[in-house]
């Protein structure tokens, strides 16, 4: 039988991304503390463990891969502490493992593969399932979503999260269709999308992709979640510690983008009359600042890779910064009712 530590990814059913560029990234491994954010399958842990870490804090906030992870947990000797909760809140996490600082932080942004793959979870449009959507398994779901926001503001969803052009005729067909009958399903939801857009042609996107992906990001907090990471890997790793960050579309990109090309400016560009403007010093040294993408092997491999790009670099000595999420680029959104109502009680 093998041992689930020292597995390959072809063992699992959900393949990690990018895996020897994150182990290329998060290098050296022997003995290192490292936090992977976003356990999954455990994919990323696995490789790391065998690698030789010296310390694993694996986080998801699915209480499935919890529970799934459980024979990982006691193969690794030790070295693996699998924590439920948010990766955003991964300094708490950590001190309750015993870890003040960390060498290396690795974050697999955005939905897996398993959740995609199981229709009673929601997230695809490609299953009939319960139109739920939530990582977690709590809070408000994208039923609520659908049903209870104001038509403006469900298509200011679709268009800041889905980058839906047509967003708007969505969002009237949407609330057109709730004062029927409320949407409950994933399939009543793809059929008021193809109402507006059509069908799916061949060779082209399912026409429900950008919704389901704006939904699914709103539900979760995703965009919120991965600037706070950032903040807190900024305060939790320690000089040379290294952050690996793998996502999967533009938004995702464009956030960690800037807040790493910003952490890592030693000055701000002036004009031809005045010298360059001294900023704090960089908090991180970008090691390639265009990204890496997967091979065209590993998308032949495996299509989902197919967008993924990873961005890492090397925290420095300097004190960690005061993050604001809109300097990011995280976007604004309204809250449903019933959260908002929900936090007041």
Do not use: W
């Not at 490292?34 to 994919?43: H, K, L, N, P, S």
């Not at 929601?122 to 009939?128: N, T, V």
């Not at 925290?315 to 995280?330: Q, S």
Request: aromatic share 4%; net charge negative; charged share 25%.
């Amino acid at each position: 039988m093998t041992d689930p530590v020292l597995a390959t990814a072809s063992d699992e059913r959900h393949v990690p991304v990018l895996l020897d560029e994150v182990l290329g990234a998060l290098q050296p491994l022997d003995g290192a503390s490292v936090i992977d954010g976003t356990f999954g399958a455990g994919g990323y842990t696995r490789a790391i463990l065998a690698a030789g870490a010296g310390r694993v804090i694996a986080i998801d906030q699915d209480p499935t891969a919890i529970a799934n992870g459980a024979d990982l947990v006691a193969s690794s000797s030790g070295r693996l502490d699998l924590v439920h909760g948010r990766f955003a809140d991964m300094e708490a996490h950590a001190e309750q493992c015993g870890l003040a600082s960390v060498d290396g932080i690795v974050l697999d942004i955005g939905v897996s593969s398993m959740q995609l793959d199981q229709a009673d979870r929601g997230f695809s449009f490609r299953f009939d399932g319960p139109l739920d959507m939530r990582m977690s398994r709590e809070g408000p779901s994208a039923a609520d979503v659908v049903n209870q926001l104001d038509g403006r503001d469900l298509a200011r969803v679709i268009s800041v999260l889905g980058e839906e052009r047509r967003a708007g005729q969505i969002a009237r067909a949407i609330v057109r269709r709730r004062d029927n009958a409320p949407l409950e399903r994933t399939a009543d939801l793809v059929s008021v999308i193809e109402s507006v857009l059509g069908q799916k042609r061949f060779g082209e996107s399912h026409p429900a992709t950008r919704t389901f992906q704006a939904i699914r990001i709103y539900v979760n907090r995703e965009l919120d979640e991965l600037g706070l990471a950032l903040a807190a890997a900024e305060r939790l790793l320690a000089e040379g510690g290294r952050l690996a960050i793998v996502s999967f579309h533009s938004l995702e990109d464009r956030i960690v983008k800037r807040f790493l090309q910003e952490r890592s400016r030693t000055s701000a560009q002036g004009s031809r009359h005045m010298a360059d403007v001294a900023v704090a010093p960089p908090t991180f040294e970008m090691r390639k600042r265009s990204g890496i993408e997967p091979s065209e092997v590993e998308v032949a491999r495996n299509p989902r890779a197919r967008s993924a790009r990873l961005r890492f670099a090397v925290r420095t000595p300097a004190p960690a910064r005061a993050l604001d999420l809109a300097d990011l680029g995280v976007p604004q959104l309204p809250e449903l009712p019933m959260a908002a109502s929900a936090r007041k009680a």
